[in-house]
């Protein structure tokens, strides 16, 4: 069973978050998939200290239209290739694809992509970090059994979360700075 993992949100945490300047607000193609600041540093930091990335992502885009699965395959081959060649790594990466609408039990605030990683991955989930940039992300970790931290590098601002009955355990300004974080204080 995996010990040390972390989970975390993609868009507004390992990437710029597409919405309002790409097409449609999703990260469609490579070209829009531009890496934050700090995220390959962050990357290698648990690598070299033990830890498996789990990416748990709502990407609606595709339940939409906006770009297949085919698509989304490609792009997050792309991006974990940039990961091991900056000496970090994803274990696994686990997307909701379907829109809002479809009221899918896997699409953030919901657990079903946790419960996934769960099951393939014999993770022991509690008491596990997930990261995000949305009070969804945040809901959904919590729900989950996960410490959560919140970055502010993403699409929702802190006022908004201070006006949310959902409370992370930390509140940081990038991934870089979380992974600092969670090495120092566990």
Known sequence: ???????????????????????????????DFHFLPGVLEALKKLKDNGFEVIIISNQGGVGKGYFSNND????????????????????AAYYCVHSSKEDCPCRKPKTGLFDMAVKELKVDIKGKYFIGDDIRDIEAGQKAGCKTIFLTCGKTSVEKLDGSDIKPVKIEKDLLHAVDWILKNG
């Not at 040390?4 to 490579?30: A, C, Q």
Request: a neutral charge; charged letters at 35%; proline letters at 2%.
């Open 72 to 91: 989304l395959d490609t792009l997050n081959k792309k991006m974990i290739d940039e990961i091991k060649r900056h000496g970090g790594g994803i274990r």
């Open 1 to 31: 069973m995996m010990d040390k993992v972390i989970f975390l949100d993609r868009d507004g945490v390992i990437n710029k978050d597409p919405g309002g300047w790409t097409e449609h607000s999703y990260v469609t193609k490579w070209e």
